[in-house]
Nanobody, 116 residues
């Protein structure tokens, strides 16, 4: 069982930056990939960014070079640096870990609010 704890959300003005962090309760070396998802009110949860165990990354189309995902297997953390934030980025952001055999783990979520 992997427990994930997000931090770093908050309120920021449009154009600003936030850095989200996710700490895993156990080594992330056995996790295939880690990701960030987000869910805005009334909308489906969507993938923001994902990073494989080897460091390959993929981003949602809406990111357009504004966000960067990174992971530190020594510290069992994954981070999301978000720059040039827009009001439409307002959502609850969730950390996700994809383990072998199709298992997935989720954090409790952290609110990101971008004011115009």
């Amino acid at each position: 069982q992997v427990q994930l704890a997000e931090s770093g959300g908050g309120l920021v003005q449009a154009g600003g930056s936030l850095r989200l962090s996710c700490a895993a309760s156990m080594s992330t070396t056995s996790i295939n990939a880690m990701a960030w998802y987000r869910q805005a009110p009334g909308k489906q949860r969507e993938l923001v960014a994902i990073i494989s165990s080897g460091g390959s990354t993929h981003y949602g189309d809406f990111v357009k070079g504004r966000f960067t995902i990174s992971r530190d297997n020594d510290k069992n953390t994954v981070s999301l640096q978000m720059n040039s934030l827009k009001p439409e980025d307002t959502a609850v952001y969730y950390c996700n870990a994809k383990a072998p055999l199709g298992k997935e783990y989720w954090g409790q979520g952290t609110q990101v609010t971008v004011s115009s």
